[in-house]
């Protein structure tokens, strides 16, 4: 490939279309039928049409907006065709007398039919004997030149037949159509094809491909699995001790303040388990809103360090770290153990102290943000990686953590003759919906927490229009006054919220009212400067002062700390913030979550939202305060959202239909970045395909190495590699 690339070829790079085999799997986003001319005498209002006529005026008026108007007649009828951007070559091709074929969406007036912009081209010459694609692109790729390069690569892909002899085939309803001849199809269908099984994709030919898809993403996971279970990892299992000597898991449980749930019995027994294996851990530990994830955690790092080993904890945000932190301090530090502390805020001092800590081993645990995968952090002997919110984090990132056990040996245990891999576990809050975890999450053990602990109390949840905000401030009042405390999260932070407004909110005293909001702004998202100034003056009482926080991402890390101790202490009453506060913060005493423009927050982080109340036994609620604007109701999207959030408060079923409303994107976060997402395949709708794929992807992995090899290759080329974290 030459090194200086046209900037067409350039085009197609940013598509992604490298390969052949990447330009015959771009498929159309739809198609037009230009095989026949229709006249406009038959003409319906709204239709898009096909028509050849003779071009009778032309002329550009220079009334409010520059525009070429041209009329034309196909002998049924007349059209006027309006450009409002054009040139001169096109002014030339439009000149009366020309005879076009002419291709757009026919609107009725006073005047006659009316096109806007249409495409055309010189009349005569053979209409297309096919549907002709219109294809996904970007700027500097026309369809046309799109189009000639697809079937290029097409006719030059390897498309031979990776499913051959694989007998589960043979009853499918698209068994009769091998790729190519899918492929084919499906870039050039035939006129007569009905156009709603090509956009519903239930063709047989859009189903070989679904399939295929689905088979390459599971024999991807397959193979990423039992390439995990060739490696070595280090068996964590506690060294011999006297029947009468707990160990350390032991004294932890013995030490806590409250007993496991059976969820978290099992849980842990699962993980126990998988740790004292000689092959590295993978399990994704899901569970909703304060089912108790950190207990678990706690207990697995028990183990791995009863068995004289590191463990590393990561947190996406220093707040959750530090929640974690201040958990396990207090867990871990009376049984003796060691943890360290790393962020990105630290100072030099300190942090060239915790590095040392870790070197040595000495820091039997370290919790901590990204720092904690940085080039200078280097562990004596890492054996367990926990990494929390799993999600938010990229695949390199997991990688650098995973990376981060060298291979030496603890001096204690029997030396190390090979590279070791670290056990993996990683957390998550959002639960995965069966689908989810059988498609995208079918490479690693899944353990769920199925159950709440005892005294959490259920959470009311409102839906309340932002005409009625008094209405919630009161609310608030009658909270404080009951001596709870309460959050209120705004979806925005001003861009110019900066510098010594800033600085004087986040200290969290009483301000002077701001400027309210003037009608204009109605339409905007709520500010958490402007919030906090409103409640600060709405809720000032001379008599009783009520402490109003401010928290934002954008805030120096010392000022986060002392606003989270403020709240978390009880000495300030309510907490305006932006999401930064979506996970890990655990405040019992607070009672009421108010998250303002609710309907621009999607279905998952509206739930975590919720899940910051009801942590203790005051009866608790959450207000979901949305906005319409301008528009007389909410859109669909957002309505379903909120409708959802009303209903249930069930983790399990909000995660059902998140996936409904999205799709898998954000479910999955980053852990496939580098790899696309299913493209064709749908699994709302292709749960059946999916399960032939389960079955079908070990017999081909087994029997025929080599064509699952090339079938993994033709669909996922290098992307497969992004499993491995």
């Not at 005047?111 to 806007?116: I, Q, Y």
């Not at 839906?463 to 006054?481: F, N």
């Not at 379903?640 to 998140?658: C, P, S, V």
Request: proline share 5%; with cysteine.
């Amino acid at each position: 490939m030459p090194s200086a690339l046209s900037y067409p070829q350039k085009a197609m790079h940013k598509l992604g279309l490298v390969r052949d085999i990447d330009l015959a799997l771009h498929l159309p986003l739809r198609y037009e039928d230009e095989t026949r001319i229709s006249r406009l005498c038959d003409a319906r209002e709204g239709e898009l049409l096909q028509i050849e006529a003779t071009v009778t005026h032309s002329q550009v008026s220079l009334g409010a907006r520059r525009q070429l108007l041209v009329s034309v007649d196909d002998g049924s009828d007349g059209c006027s065709l309006r450009f409002f951007t054009f040139y001169p070559a096109m002014q030339k091709a439009l000149a009366v007398g020309a005879r076009l074929r002419i291709r757009g969406e026919v609107r009725g007036g006073p005047m006659g039919w009316t096109m806007m912009h249409p495409s055309f081209q010189s009349a005569g010459g053979a209409l297309p004997s096919a549907l002709t694609p219109v294809y996904p692109t970007v700027a500097g790729l026309p369809q046309s030149y799109l189009r000639k390069a697809i079937l290029g690569g097409l006719a030059r892909a390897d498309l031979s037949d990776t499913l051959a002899g694989a007998a589960a085939v043979e009853n499918q309803r698209w068994a009769a159509w091998g790729l190519r001849e899918a492929l084919s199809f499906l870039h050039q269908p035939a006129s007569d094809v009905a156009l709603g099984a090509l956009e519903d994709r239930s063709h047989p030919a859009w189903q070989r491909l679904k399939a295929e898809e689905l088979l390459a993403q599971q024999l991807s996971q397959l193979q990423a699995k039992r390439g995990r279970d060739a490696l070595q990892a280090p068996p964590l299992v506690a060294p011999f001790r006297a029947a009468a000597e707990p160990g350390l898991a032991q004294r932890l449980l013995a030490a806590l303040p409250f007993s496991l749930t059976a969820a978290q019995q099992r849980v842990s027994a699962e993980i126990a388990s998988d740790l004292a294996r000689p092959v590295p851990m993978h399990r994704l530990l899901q569970g909703d809103v304060g089912s108790g994830k950190t207990v678990v955690a706690a207990l697995a790092a028990a183990l791995c360090i009863d068995a004289g080993w590191q463990c590393a904890l990561m947190a996406p945000t220093e707040i959750l770290a530090q929640q974690h932190f201040t958990k396990l301090l207090a867990w871990l530090e009376p049984l003796g153990i060691r943890t360290a502390w790393l962020t990105g805020s630290q100072k030099t001092k300190e942090r060239r102290a915790m590095l040392a800590l870790i070197a040595s081993g000495e820091a039997a645990l370290v919790v901590g943000t990204h720092a904690v995968i940085q080039d200078k952090v280097q562990f004596k002997n890492l054996a367990l990686a926990i990494i929390d919110e799993q999600h938010r984090f990229g695949v390199a990132q997991r990688l650098a953590l995973r990376n981060k056990m060298n291979g030496a040996p603890n001096p204690d245990v029997e030396a190390l003759a090979v590279q070791r891999e670290p056990h993996l576990l990683m957390m998550t809050a959002t639960p995965i919906p069966r689908t989810l975890a059988m498609s995208y999450y079918a490479d690693l053990e899944v353990s769920t927490l199925d159950e709440l602990p005892p005294g959490r109390t259920p959470i009311i949840t409102k839906l309340v229009h932002d005409s009625r905000r008094d209405q919630v401030i009161e609310r608030i009042r009658a909270q404080i006054a009951q001596g709870r405390q309460v959050y209120w999260v705004c979806p925005l932070i001003e861009e110019s919220a900066k510098g010594d407004a800033v600085q004087a909110h986040a200290a969290g005293g009483v301000q002077g009212r701001s400027p309210g909001r003037s009608h204009s702004e109605s339409l905007d998202l709520a500010n958490a400067t402007q919030t906090h100034a409103d409640l600060s003056a709405a809720l000032h009482d001379a008599a009783a002062p009520v402490m109003v926080g401010l928290l934002h991402s954008r805030m120096p890390v010392a000022q986060k700390r002392a606003v989270m101790a403020l709240f978390t202490s009880g000495q300030m009453q309510v907490l305006v913030s932006t999401t930064v506060i979506e996970v890990g913060v655990d405040v019992p005493n607070a009672s009421l979550m108010v998250v303002e423009h609710a309907e621009r927050f999607g279905l998952s982080q509206l739930h975590q939202l919720r899940g910051r109340v009801g942590r203790g036994a005051a009866a608790s609620a959450c207000v979901l305060l949305y906005s319409t604007g301008d528009a007389p109701r909410l859109g669909e999207t957002a309505r379903q959202r909120l409708k959802a959030m009303a209903e249930t408060a069930d983790g399990f079923e909000i995660a059902r239909r998140d996936l409904e409303i999205r799709g898998p994107g954000e479910f999955l976060g980053a852990r496939q970045s580098g790899a696309a997402l299913l493209r064709f395949a749908d699994l709302s709708t292709d749960l059946a395909l999916l399960e032939w794929a389960r079955r079908l992807a070990p017999q081909l992995l087994d029997q025929y190495p080599e064509l699952a090899g090339r079938h993994i290759d033709r669909w996922l080329g290098g992307k497969a590699e992004y499993l491995k974290a």
